[in-house]
């Protein structure tokens, strides 16, 4: 591919950056998205305070995530800015790139169930959707351009049942810290792990804080689904004939999503 036709970033384009080598004003990076195309980080646009060393805020063979700061037409070079990309913008960058490479992934595995070639295969991605994220959208909404698609009928099926077989399964947390205490210095102990035993029968994960406190988790499908087992369980604790029971909700937490990212 000859420079004319490379694909270039434009300027304020946000691009993932594999840092190939440093120097002492500034660090040569790689954009895989671009075929590896090489830019330049100048140390000024590494952070907007004084840098002694620029090894202390980018190494060897990390990912950053970059705003594309100037485009020299004339010398052909490209710099690019890692002060200028907030927080937010590198998780969606991030979160974009890597679901791309995902779905890249699965075309792949789906085109062995096709006679045509891979590359003519990825031509017509690139040529009608413009990237694997954007087809994997128009085919799960079904949209005019997915039914005109000259990609084959049978690939196009193959792709959604894997990416049915793949999609992201939510499993939603609930979290207590739990007050339980018994008065009873002859079986109260005793009672404790009875009590504790009955409630984790009812799908709920115990940790032993420090006397009297307890951290209790539940999952489910949803939120209503993690609280019910809670609930069950809690039905148990607070039927201690004596002492205190006493519980506290703490944050939402969703747990991890399966190999391909929500679309």
């Excluded at 195309?37 to 907007?48: D, M």
């Excluded at 747990?255 to 990212?261: D, F, P, Q, V």
Aim: some cysteine.
């Amino acid at each position: 591919m000859t420079e004319k036709q490379r694909r270039l970033p434009s300027v304020g384009d946000l691009v993932i950056a594999n840092v190939s080598k440093i120097e002492r004003f500034g660090a040569y990076c790689k954009l895989p998205e671009y075929d590896n195309l090489e830019v330049f980080l100048p140390i000024r646009e590494v952070s907007s305070g004084w840098i002694k060393n620029i090894r202390e805020f980018i190494h060897d063979g990390e990912k950053l995530v970059c705003r594309v700061a100037l485009y020299d037409k004339e010398r052909n070079t490209i710099d690019v800015s890692l002060k200028k990309v907030s927080s937010k913008e590198t998780k969606e960058k991030l979160g974009a790139y890597n679901l791309e490479n995902r779905l890249t992934a699965l075309f792949r595995q789906a085109v062995t169930t096709s006679k045509a070639s891979p590359e003519q295969l990825h031509e017509i991605v690139m040529s009608e959707f413009g990237s694997y994220t954007s087809m994997m959208r128009s085919l799960i909404d079904n949209t005019e351009a997915s039914q005109k698609s000259a990609l084959p009928k049978k690939l196009r099926t193959t792709l959604l049942k894997l990416y049915e077989a793949n999609k992201p399964v939510k499993k939603y947390e609930v979290a207590y810290t739990m007050t339980l205490s018994s008065y009873n210095t002859r079986t109260g102990a005793q009672e404790l792990r009875g009590i504790i035993t009955a409630m984790k029968e009812k799908g709920v994960a115990i940790k032993y804080i420090s006397a009297p406190k307890y951290r209790l988790m539940a999952g489910g499908t949803d939120y209503a689904d993690a609280e019910s087992k809670i609930k069950s369980a809690v039905q148990i604790a607070e039927g201690i004939k004596k002492g205190t029971f006493a519980i506290e909700k703490e944050k939402h937490k969703k747990a991890k999503e399966s190999a391909i990212g929500e679309l």
